[in-house]
Structure formats: C-alpha cells, structure tokens
C-alpha cells in the first residue's frame, strides 16, 4: 500500500517534516566524507584536481586507478573461482533434493538474468574506492509489447472430377497436404524480466547511520537512498500496484508540474569531471519536472505496544512530502540493503578504502612527475650569460644548424648548465610508489611488474607478498560474512515470496574425475523453494592464498632455471619441480614422466642447464646395470645426503640470484 491507513494526514505531514529534518542532518554529517570521496572520484578517473606544484606539465599518474583495478581482478577471481558460486546446506535430512534445486535455480537466475558478475564488479569497485560498497535486493518485473507472427494452417482444396463412365466422384489431389504459414502479425504482451535483482547503489546516493553498531546496516537506526524523481516516475508509480490493489505512490498530484527539485551538486560535478556536459540547475527549477526525494527505512511505535517496528516512507525533501509510507513489505523482514567496508574503523559504520591512505601521496607523485620532466625541458633550452661588452643581441643567440654568431668578445658570453637530477626525481617517485602500493597491498608483482624502490632481499619480498595476501584475505571473509551471505538469503527470500511459475534449470552433478557440471535437467517448484536453507560463507581467503602460494610456487620455478641440477641439490630439485607440476599446473602424476627412447621407461622431468652433466644419464645408466644384476636400481636407492641440508643449499642460491627473481607469475 503507498500510504499505511494507521497515518493520519497531520501525523503525515508531522512524518515529512521529521525525515527531511533527519535527511538534512545526516547530509551534512556527510559533507566532509563526500568532498573526501569525490577526491577519489577524481584520483581514480586521472583527472587533475588539485595539485601544490603550478608549472608547465600537468600530468597524472595514473596509481589510484592501477591499485583499484588490479585489486578488483583478484578479488573477482576469488569470489567467482568456482562454476557455481552458490553454497548452501538443507536444515533438515530430508532437504536433500530441494537443496539441489534451489542452488541450481540461484546459480541460473544470477547468471541468466541478474549477470552478478558485473553487479558484484561495479559494488567492489566502489568499496575499493570510498571504503564500504551498498547493494539492494528486489523483485523486478518488466513487461513490454512486441509483436509475433500469427501461424494459420492452409488446407488446399481438394479437387474432383467426375469419372464418365461410374459417374463416382474422384479426387485428383490425394496427397496434399495441409501447410502452416503466416498470416500477419499480432501484438503480445510479455515478461522481459522477472526475477530478483542485485542493484549496485552509487556510495554518493547513501545515508546510513555513522553509528550502527557493529557497522551493521541492518543494525542502523536510519537508512536512506537518495531518488531523482521526475515527474512521469510518480505517476508511473501511481498505476504500479502492489499485492493488496493499492498504488505505490499517492498524495502527489497537486505537485505536478511543480517540481523544484534540481540534480544533486555531487552528480553534476562527477559529470562534468568525465566531460559530460551538466549545466542542469536552471533548467531542473524551471521545468518543474524532478522532484528530489530519499527512500528511508526508520523506525516507529504505531501500535502502542512499546515495541518500534521498521518502516519504509519515500519523501519528497524539498515539499516535505510523504508520499508512501508502509510497513516493512519483504518477507524477510529486513532492510533490502548489503553493505561492506573495505577496512573496518572501529565503532563506526563508514570504513576506508585503498585510496584513502595514499590521497596525499597521489598528489605528491604528480607533482614528483611533473617538476621532473620541466625540469628536463629546462635542461634543454640552453639560457645564456651575455655581458654588455659582447656586442651581440639576444635573438641572434640560437642554437641553429649552421648559424654563425658574431661577438666582440666572446668571454662574456655563457651557457648555463642545469646539472642533471632528473634521477633525484625519479628516485623519489619510485619510493612515493612503493609506499602507497605497501600501504594498499597491492604490490607491483600483482601487476607482473618489477619491483620498484628501495631494494628487498628475497625474503622482505616474500613477506611483503604474503602480508599483501594476508589483508586482502582479511578483507574478503568479512566481506562473507557482511554482504555475500546475506545478498543470498534476501534472494532466497525473494524467490519465496514472488515466485509463482515452475523454473526450468540444469542441476549439478559430478563426473567420473569429480569435476562439477551441469547435468540432470529439471523444473523447480514455487514449493520447492520453500525449503529453508543454510548459507554457508565460502573460503574467498582460502582460494586468495592458494593464488599467492601458485604465485611462489611460479617464482622459485623461474628462480631454479639458474641453478644447476648438482648431485647435492638434484634430488630436492625433482621433488620441487614434481609438486609445482601437479600443484600449481593441475598435472596428473602420471604425466610427469618423460620415456626414455633406448629402455621404453618413464622417468622424471628435471630442468638441466646447458653443459651440465644430466642426473638423468646417470640414472639411467644405475637402472641398466641393475637390471643386468649390477647392483641395486638407483630409482630405489636411498637419495644422497638429508633433504633437509639440499633445501639450505637451494635457499643459499636462492639468496644470491634474488636480483633474478621474477615478480610476475600467473596470478598477475
């Protein structure tokens, strides 16, 4: 209903003055953090904003961006690392089969019909870059008229002819046969959509309780989404009508045409950031068109039992206008909101992203580049010493291809020579790089680049990555826990309160090797879905620290080609080589064996530099003269000397080829 019958009109319009009241409030709370995050905006777009440093060049480095994305790709790599990203357990023994069934229609509509994979994209993106992303879960339905071909059948008319001698009618045509074809084209009226949605939320359109415990957005006393509400949106809403026959929106109609709400100030500097021409404000206060409202979810005692209940109103803030207000319409009795930081601040609901750290220092590094290369310029563009004795003007001092200057003397004249700090520059720049890549985690390696900076032994490097790993880790099981979790149990919830149609999907099952696939083809009841299911929080961190383990695996596989396979470091060699193969490569073990091409026998694969004696030569050898009752096989001997002692001698070569060690991997 778009107006509860518990609200009477002066409690309404008591109702439309408080939350614009509250909506004020919060906003300007906001104010600091919103100039804050358009600054990223900027930073993360590469557009010169603010800089300390006023000369020629005006370049940006473009490091927010770089940070951002790179740790976009792993992140989306860990959260989608399995076919179907939906986990989930039956409460009960006997939920087995509608387990099944719902996991499968999840995972079909996510895929089919909501394409999660770029909402979940563009809500990490903005979690990255402003420090908490928002998401809303809905029911959508879309209808649109389109137009199909009408089918009739056309049956030939028999012909018949009259036999002169019996007088019996006879039918020429026995065998034809009726044809379908088109007879037009009718209009039909048909679903385009119909199903859950996940909808990313701009950060900007968002005022959450900074004080909700927990940084629960379910926990917070007042949740608000901003809405640019034109005019044909109202009455669009007034015609959409909800389970009990009632509008969504009422009680605007005297305000029609007058509309004084203008496009936020946050929006048109964002669009003309990025080029957009947005010189809207005079035009939005004239047409009288676009009314500015928010949809807020507040709390109210409307029974008089002590108990506040939630409610959802949508007001108009500049009329002070309530123009739906109801109870908590969704089964599942919760805000349809998802949020999570990036970084969690203690006690308050807003956390910080990776760009917040290193804000400053993308300004430092701009002006780092760009005193740099005018510098350069300056070095390039000889100024002279002309003394009044000799005898020349200024524009005939010119660097030219043949010229010819003439001087009375010539000792008054002199270049000045800039020395060359072009490298103090650089320098610099590459430890401001350093710092905010350290500070954010994501590291030049993420990016398969080479280190930059101050220099690192092998194990600072192998720390840094292992931290680096550790915090994005960190920050990919709170987001399990504060948003994956439950956007699945909201679109669950969904499906039980609106599905009404038998969903045809493809269950999972598993192949002869155990791998996952789509398999057994079936229909998914409404009572199906009635079953109540367990989400369970999937290993996101897991799966992020076997990539960076594979990436280290990759590393000390590069790292071995400079090393010799000496009888003292060989047998260690193999076992390392054996385990990256089926590890990081997904190998089977019996495909690690080469055949030799005199005995017909498998034998293990082992890199062996150019000149060096093969170990494999030598064991083939051992193996022949045992089997001709020389001695005992050397593939059953014991290895020479303690593993142990073969893994200190790798890392004591390890420690001298560090300047060697690769960054990249295939993570990267």
């Not at 957005?217 to 809403?237: E, P, S, T």
């Not at 999937?538 to 596989?557: C, I, K």
């Amino acid at each position: 209903m778009a107006i509860d019958p518990r609200f009477t009109e002066v409690e309404l319009k008591s109702l439309g003055k408080d939350l614009t009241a509250q909506i004020q409030d919060y906003e300007r709370a906001y104010d600091v953090r919103r100039r804050i995050a358009m600054e990223h905006y900027k930073n993360y777009n590469s557009i010169v904003a603010k800089r300390f440093y006023n000369g020629r060049s005006d370049i940006f480095v473009p490091l927010s961006f770089q940070i951002v994305e790179s740790l976009l790709a792993k992140v989306m790599r860990a959260i989608f690392n399995e076919p179907n990203p939906v986990f989930l357990e039956g409460t009960g023994a006997s939920d087995k089969a509608q387990e099944e069934k719902i996991r499968a229609l999840l995972h079909m509509q996510q895929k089919k019909n909501v394409r999660l994979w770029l909402k979940i994209q563009d809500y990490w993106r903005s979690k990255l870059m402003y420090g908490r992303g928002y998401g809303k879960m809905v029911w959508r339905t879309e209808q649109r008229k389109i137009r199909k071909p009408k089918m009739g059948v056309n049956t030939p008319e028999p012909e018949i002819a009259i036999d002169p001698e019996t007088g019996e009618e006879i039918v020429l045509n026995p065998a034809a046969t009726s044809k379908v074809i088109t007879l037009g084209s009718e209009e039909k009226l048909v679903n385009t959509y119909d199903c859950w949605d996940c909808i990313p939320i701009d950060w900007f359109d968002m005022l959450v309780d900074p004080l909700a415990p927990d940084g629960d957005i379910q926990r917070a006393r007042f949740v608000g989404q901003r809405l640019m509400l034109h005019q044909d949106d109202l009455v669009l809403g007034s015609g959409m009508l909800d389970a009990e026959g009632k509008p969504r929106y009422t009680n605007f109609e005297d305000l029609l045409g007058k509309g004084n709400g203008r496009t936020p100030d946050d929006v048109l500097e964002r669009k003309h950031a990025v080029g957009i021409e947005a010189d809207e404000k005079d035009k939005d206060k004239q047409d009288g068109k676009k009314h500015l409202g928010y949809e807020v979810y507040f709390h109210r005692d409307m029974d008089g039992d002590g108990i506040d209940e939630e409610y959802v109103a949508t007001v108009l803030c500049e009329e002070e206008r309530v123009i739906q207000v109801e109870a908590n319409p969704w089964w599942h009795q919760r805000k349809p909101f998802f949020s999570s930081s990036m970084f969690r601040r203690p006690n308050e609901f807003l956390g910080q992203g990776v760009l917040d750290p290193i804000r400053r220092m993308q300004y430092e590094v701009n002006d780092k580049r760009n005193q740099s290369l005018d510098y350069a310029s300056m070095s390039l563009n000889a100024i002279w010493l002309v003394g009044d004795g000799a005898g020349i003007e200024e524009n005939q001092i010119r660097v030219t291809q043949n010229g010819v200057v003439h001087a009375n003397d010539i000792s008054q004249i002199r270049q000045i020579a800039f020395p060359d700090l072009t490298g103090v520059g650089t320098q610099a720049e590459l430890i401001l790089d350093s710092n905010m890549r350290e500070a954010t985690g994501a590291t030049r390696s993420v990016q398969g680049l080479q280190e930059g900076g101050p220099r690192q032994t092998a194990t600072q490097f192998s720390q840094l990555l292992a931290q680096a790993g550790d915090r994005l880790r960190l920050a990919l099981e709170s987001y399990g826990h504060e948003a994956w979790v439950p956007m699945w149990e909201m679109a669950h919830a969904l499906n039980q309160q609106y599905l009404r149609k038998n969903q045809y999907v493809r269950l999972t099952e598993k192949d002869a090797t155990g791998l996952k696939i789509f398999g057994t083809e079936g229909d998914v009841s409404p009572e199906d879905v009635m079953t109540d299911v367990n989400f369970i929080i999937p290993s996101f961190g897991d799966v992020e620290a076997m990539n960076l383990r594979n990436q280290n695996l990759l590393t000390m596989l590069q790292v071995m080609q400079s090393i010799p396979p000496a009888e003292d470091n060989v047998t260690f060699m193999n076992i390392l080589l054996r385990k990256i193969w089926v590890d990081l490569f997904k190998f089977e073990k019996d495909e690690l064996f080469i055949t030799d091409p005199e005995t017909g026998e498998g034998r293990d694969l082992v890199i062996v530099q150019p000149g060096a004696q093969s170990a494999f030569d030598e064991a083939a050898e051992a193996e022949r003269q045992a089997a001709s009752g020389g001695g005992t096989p050397a593939a059953q001997q014991e290895p020479a000397g303690d593993v142990q002692s073969d893994i200190d001698a790798l890392a004591n070569e390890l420690g001298a080829a560090q300047q060697s060690v690769p960054t990249g991997g295939i993570n990267a």
